[in-house]
């Protein structure tokens, strides 16, 4: 069953975004060489606090954190610790949640540890988010689930890898509904699977929590003995992009978006739903 939400609701959500995004700009600033992956999890738990939001992944399935720090080959659910310090050259992405009465907001980004990184982690990043943005675009009445996996997954395969060779679109993890629960139906792949066939019409009221995860290699992933940390099999780097997205009459609203994807949407010829909040 997916949850249809009504405008309130939506507008509750988007309450929720906002805290997300104040966590991905502070946990951004403070991921710089020397710090721990425990810290940034402090500031994300500060921000909660500042704005009177609980966290939607601690204690979720027993997850012992506010936010996922997931460093270099990690492709999510990285456990923030003392004993990880971020040094000059790494890449982390940092997942995080929020609830406001209730309702739920959930994004993620990769950000860059420090100068001096290979043109190809910049690449892979680019991309990752980029088709993130295909596929919110791809968020429309009339089309259905696939749509936004094929969108996805097509801007990926069009992009040439420096160095060659094809990019690892992660199989094992994808978005998900999102609303008065972080993790919802339906389960959202980031490639086509035609033994999974079209998947619902989206309607106003559909909320999504889109989220490429790309690796320089291998799409296979293995889970750590933590049962959390998830790695790619081969050792490759990876990123992970994502946000949460509302669909509206008025078009798509990304709810954990500071500007609810007015930008990025204009470059693909689509206005996005106006603001709930104001």
């Not at 606090?49 to 954190?65: I, S």
């Not at 720090?69 to 929020?98: M, Q, R």
């Not at 160095?163 to 086509?192: A, K, Q, T």
Request: charged share 20%; glycine share 12%.
């Amino acid at each position: 069953m997916v949850q249809i939400k009504t405008p309130e609701q939506i507008a509750k959500m988007r309450e929720a975004g906002l805290v997300v995004a104040a966590i991905h700009a502070a946990t951004r600033e403070a991921a710089v060489p020397g710090a721990t992956t425990r810290d940034l999890d402090q500031v994300a738990r500060k921000v909660l606090a500042e704005h009177n939001a609980k966290p939607n992944f601690l204690g979720y399935g027993g997850f012992p954190a506010t936010i996922c720090t997931s460093v270099n080959e990690v492709v999510v659910h990285g456990i923030p610790s003392e004993d990880v310090v971020l040094k000059d050259g790494d890449i982390i992405s940092v997942d995080c949640g929020a609830i406001i009465d209730g309702w739920h907001g959930d994004a993620a980004y990769t950000a860059f540890v420090g100068s001096g990184h290979a043109p190809e982690l910049i690449e892979l990043s680019r991309v990752t988010e980029e088709s993130m943005w295909a596929g919110i675009a791809a968020m429309k009445q009339g089309n259905r689930l696939v749509d936004i996996s094929r969108a996805v997954e097509t801007y990926i395969r069009r992009q040439p890898k420096p160095g060659g060779g094809r990019y690892g679109i992660i199989e094992d993890y994808g978005g998900h509904g999102i609303g008065s629960e972080m993790h919802m139906d339906p389960h959202l792949l980031n490639y086509v699977d035609r033994r999974r066939g079209k998947g619902p019409k989206l309607v106003p009221g559909f909320c999504l929590a889109i989220e490429p995860m790309v690796s320089l290699g291998t799409p296979k992933t293995e889970v750590l003995e933590d049962d959390w940390t998830v790695v790619t099999t081969d050792g490759t780097w990876s990123s992970h992009w994502e946000h949460s997205v509302a669909l509206t009459e008025d078009g798509p609203l990304v709810l954990t978006a500071p500007d609810g994807g007015r930008a990025k949407l204009a470059e693909y010829g689509i206005t996005a739903a106006p603001d709930p909040l104001g």
